[in-house]
Structures are given as C-alpha cells and as structure tokens.
C-alpha cells in the first residue's frame, strides 16, 4: 500500500516542526538553569558590594583597595565553609581552590568564574552629595580643625560618602550551543553608606577626638595652669585637688560590671 505524498509532507513538515520546538525547549532550560547560576552569583556580588563598602568606613587608609579586594574575593566567591579570620585573602593565591558546583556550567565541568582576578573591586571616598551638604561639610571641617587647634586633639576625618563598585566577568560557557556561548557577561553591583566615621587605634586616640568636642577639653592646654591654681582652692574646697578638666579616660566601665570584661573600672585606666 503506497503512501500518498500528502501525507509524506505532512510528517516531514511536522518533523521540522518538533525539531525547532525541542530546540527551543531544551534552550528555555539551558537559560533557566543559567538564570538560576547567574542569579546565586548577582547575589554574592551584591553582598560584596556592601561587604566592601562597610570595610573601607571602618579600615584606615594603609588598608589599600587591592587588599579589601584580595579579602573579597577570598570571603564571598570562595566556597569559604570556615569562619572568617583576619587573614583570608592575604595569600595572593591566582587559585579559587574548591568552589561551589553551582558556580559551574550543567556539565559539572566549566566554572562560570574562572579565576579571581575576574572580581574586581574599586571603592571610593568622598564628599556627601548635594551643594547643601557639600557646604555644611567644609564649615564643619574649619570648626573641628579650630577646635582640635585649640583644645590639642585629633581632627575628624572630612567625607562620609564610602562608595564600593564590584565587577564579576563571568565566564563564556563552551558547551552552549552557538551564539550563547559568547555573551561576554560582567555583573555590576554598587553600594554607598554615609556615615561620620572614624578608626580608634588606641586609648589615646579615643581622647584625642573626643576632646574636640568636649567643652572642658578646651582647655586641656592651660591644664598646668588651672592645676596649680586649683591648689590654692583645695583649703577652702578639697576636691580642688582632683580638678582636671579636659582628662578624658577611655574604655571606663562601672565597677560591677567589669566581671568577664577585659575593661578597665574606675580608677584603674589610663587617662589623657
């Protein structure tokens, strides 16, 4: 029995027909697994954004951005399961060393970021925006500049706008099939805090800054003066004899809670 040519068409059309459908098919779950990876990658280049913009508010200038940036890679895009210690990143290892596997291409094998030096990040420090608050910064930087003159302590860093940019080059999946194996992804991510900040090293740098803004620290530079004068006094009011204005004594806790603290209580810190 012979088969007409009719229906010969019909079944090489609906051939085509599967053909195109299941190409399209099987790509639809190529990009959602891939959406699905390049999500779980935005994320952590999100957080990294932040992790690192956090960082610089709290780091002093000698921590350079090439360090924070050894640190990121090492804590957010190494599959990292022990705590964080104040070391990581500091190796300058060019290897991820174990990662994720949902960091890699469906076969298991490609790893959709290839090498640390495709994260980069840059941060910067600078001004807050607008002209209003451009203006309020610079008169508060004369005022605390006048005061730390004055009273002998430390000037309050200008700037509280910390800006972090992550980039994450993403790498071409060969295994795709063509067209969709050179898309030459980079993921962008930025985050800003703005916060007054400053970095404390020391006790003494605690009394240094907090002196601008204390008003007895004014007059920390005559206190040899008052000292003495204050002796003349202790006859007629003893406590006289304790008079110091402008000694500051950082990290002082009350006494009955100082128990499994390594704070100082009263009386037992050093002053400035």
């Known amino acids: 029995m012979s088969i007409s040519p009719y229906l ?6 609906a051939m085509v027909e599967m053909t195109i459908v ?28 932040r992790y690192s913009a956090w960082e610089r508010t709290v780091r ?44 890699k291409d469906h076969s298991g094998e490609q790893r959709l970021l290839d090498k640390p030096s495709d994260v980069t990040v840059r941060t910067v420090h600078g001004k807050l925006p607008g002209k209003a608050a451009s203006v309020i910064t610079d008169v ?16 309050l860093p200008e700037g509280g706008l910390y ?20 898309l030459n992804l980079t993921l962008n991510e930025t985050s ?17 800054r907090t002196r601008v803004f204390t008003g007895a620290g004014l007059f920390h530079r005559i206190t040899p003066v008052i000292k003495a004068a204050s002796y003349l006094l202790v006859p007629l009011e003893p406590a006289f004899r304790h008079f110091e204005p402008g000694k500051i004594c950082p990290d002082i806790v009350p006494a009955d809670r100082v128990t499994g603290s390594n704070l100082p209580a009263y009386g037992g810190a050093q002053c400035f």
């Open 8 to 13: 010969l068409r019909q079944r090489g059309q």
């Open 22 to 49: 299941a190409s399209f098919v099987v790509m639809i779950f190529l990009a959602i697994c891939y959406f699905g990876k390049f999500h779980d990658i935005q994320a952590s280049t999100i957080q990294a954004a």
């Open 60 to 103: 002093p200038p000698s921590f350079s951005d090439s360090k924070l940036q050894e640190q990121t890679r090492a804590r957010l895009f190494h599959w990292n399961r022990d705590a964080f210690m104040s070391g990581d990143g500091m190796t300058g290892s060019l290897e991820w060393g174990v990662q994720s596997e949902v960091w």
């Open 140 to 155: 508060m930087g004369m005022v605390t500049e006048t005061l730390a003159t004055i009273s002998d302590g430390e000037k």
């Open 163 to 182: 800006t972090s940019t992550v980039s994450v080059k993403l790498s071409n999946v060969a295994s795709l099939p063509a067209l969709l194996n050179e």
């Open 192 to 208: 800003s805090l703005i916060t007054d900040n400053w970095d404390a090293n020391s006790p003494s740098q605690v009394a240094e």
